[in-house]
């Protein structure tokens, strides 16, 4: 019978694994909470955007009486989850990369530490083939969703994971202005997923088709359901190369048709036209910058030719030339 323990959360980071698009909104909303966040990320790029998209993102969420917590990041597992109270994994869809993961963060992390999942499609259940007995009822999946106005987070067992937990995790995302969900038992796709997957299957299959363009499927869905971002945008803004791979594995476990994800690998993926993240855009074409550049204003000097002595009446000149330095004073 294990003997693990709720863990104590005074002092304690929140260490998230995967600085991308989902890692970097979690450390947000805990940062927004009051918790120290440590992100960690094999890419210094990455762990530059999400210091940046947190520092930007944060004054929009302060929230009244907490002070906010700070944000560490590293390319160390180890340093990142050294102290943390819970650690959530945010990395690729990629089920040998989160068992290997897991394996690890089993003898990294202290040893009351929660362990979740922000999976959107893989079970914990099947990240677990390394990770000693002992270590399983301290993890499970907690899935975020983007962008960060939509506050629901789903909690989902492991199939061994500690009753304890989940009220305390309810309890603590709650106090994060979060909308906590627990499902009631092990499911591919947790509640919603299991919806929303068939309904981007679906619009890529129209694309695929030729039936309507992802505008069109946008509109409508604007039209039926209101709010500015329909599934296409939607699924721009999570990445089509994490839409792919969700869909990879519905489609391996549950026998799906893979002509939305054949399309998708090959049109867009295959191409580096992965969404908002990539300058090829995705199902849309990427946005050109919209900054402007306020042209140059043309300085005019005066020169006197005092430097002339030989003719210093008949030596002056006017000088012409860019305020910004860009252009040399020319007569």
């Known amino acids: 019978m294990s003997t693990w323990t ?26 927004a909470g009051g918790h120290d966040v440590h992100i960690r990320d094999p890419s210094t790029d990455q762990l ?36 943390a109270w819970l650690v959530i994994e945010a990395i690729p869809e990629v089920l040998p990369l989160k068992i290997s993961t897991f394996a690890e963060l089993a003898n990294l992390a202290p040893k009351d530490c929660i362990l979740a999942s922000n999976s959107s499609s893989y079970k914990s259940s099947a990240m677990l083939d390394d990770v000693p007995a002992s270590d399983r009822p301290r993890i499970l999946n907690t899935h975020f969703f983007m962008p960060p106005a939509l506050r629901v987070v789903e909690l989902m067992t492991c199939g061994v994971t500690q009753a304890e937990i989940f009220p305390f995790l309810h309890a603590e995302l709650t106090k994060l202005k979060m909308s906590p969900v627990v499902v009631k038992k092990e499911s591919t796709g947790f509640l919603f997923n299991r919806i929303w997957a068939a309904i981007k299957r679906e619009c890529l299959t129209v694309i695929a088709d030729g039936v309507g363009a992802p505008e069109d499927i946008d509109g409508v869905w604007a039209q039926m359901f209101g709010g500015s971002d329909g599934p296409c ?10 839409v792919a791979h969700i869909e990879e594995h519905y489609v391996s476990e549950r026998g799906f048709s893979p002509r939305a994800l054949e399309f998708v690998k090959k049109e867009y ?37 005092l430097t002339t002595l030989s003719a210093p009446m008949t030596s002056g000149r006017v000088l012409a030339g860019s305020t910004d330095g860009k252009s040399p004073l020319t007569p």
């Not at 991308?20 to 979690?26: E, K, W």
């Not at 945008?233 to 994490?242: A, E, N, P, R």
């Not at 140059?296 to 006197?304: A, E, F, G, R």
């Open 269 to 305: 993926v295959d191409q580096g036209k992965l969404g908002k993240k990539s300058e090829a855009g995705g199902l849309y074409p990427s946005t050109p910058s919209t900054a402007t550049t306020t042209p140059s204003q043309t300085l005019y000097i005066l020169d006197l030719g």
């Open 48 to 83: 530059s955007a999400a210091d940046s998209y947190i520092t930007t993102t944060l004054p929009t969420l302060t929230q009244p009486g907490i002070t906010p917590g700070t944000l560490h990041t590293s390319t160390s597992i180890s340093s990142a989850v050294s102290n």
């Open 6 to 31: 709720l863990p104590t959360t005074t002092g304690r980071p929140v260490a998230i694994l995967g600085a991308g698009v989902l890692g970097r909104r979690i450390g947000l909303m805990c940062i």
């Open 233 to 242: 945008k939607l699924m721009d803004q999570v990445g089509l190369d994490t």
